[in-house]
């Protein structure tokens, strides 16, 4: 059953964190199309990776101007201080997905489908992306209303009651099946989707990264 409040712990921590989740926010909505790529670039490189250093390759990415010159970059993956785990595999998803960039540029300026519709058609071209990661990409670059189920909001699902136990979205249905339930949610206790998203990353985490 749905409960109609946050559990007093996250309702405390998003009283404190409500300005810091909405700057965060306008902040992704802020994004420039040409800072674009490197945000599909972070979402390709985080999977099973530390988010904080899947952004400091993603800085290391800009610096050497990856996408206007696409060179080799595999070193950057390795590098100890900013170690991404699978750095082969990635960094050949990095390489098609500069190659695929025109056309993945088009679904995300296609505006005359939803915000769903883009996030599968995204789903569907970029190697190595599910709902998930499309989501997140999407939500990174200012596109709102996704839920991007990693195991930090899985996980919070529980704790607030809307599930007994972690919900599996092994499946595109079980996907779009938790993230109807989560929408339901967030409807019921009257929080816009993308902060719930940001407060339980920061109750998981401790903080508010992307």
């Not at 972070?42 to 800085?59: G, I, K, M, R």
């Not at 060179?71 to 098609?96: C, E, G, M, S, W």
């Amino acid at each position: 059953m749905i409960g109609h409040a946050l559990p007093p712990e996250l309702a405390k921590l998003y009283s404190q964190k409500q300005l810091e989740i909405r700057a965060r926010l306008c902040e992704f909505e802020a994004v420039l199309p040409k800072d674009r790529f490197y945000e599909l670039c972070f979402c390709l490189l985080t999977p099973q990776s530390s988010a904080v250093h899947a952004n400091a390759v993603v800085e290391s990415l800009k610096y050497v101007h990856y996408q206007e010159d696409g060179q080799d970059v595999l070193h950057l993956l390795r590098q100890p201080n900013q170690y991404i785990r699978f750095h082969n595999t990635k960094h050949a998803r990095l390489i098609k997905a500069r190659r695929q960039w025109p056309a993945i540029a088009a679904i995300v300026d296609h505006r005359d489908i939803s915000p769903v519709e883009r996030r599968d058609l995204i789903a569907q071209t970029v190697d190595g992306f599910g709902l998930k990661e499309s989501s997140h990409f999407l939500r990174n670059i200012g596109v709102r209303g996704l839920a991007i189920l990693d195991r930090h909001l899985l996980t919070n699902l529980v704790r607030c009651g809307v599930y007994a136990e972690v919900p599996s979205v092994s499946t595109i249905s079980r996907y779009k099946s938790v993230e109807k339930q989560f929408r339901e949610y967030c409807l019921d206790i009257g929080i816009d989707i993308d902060e719930v998203d940001l407060l339980f990353w920061c109750a998981q985490t401790g903080f508010i990264l992307k």
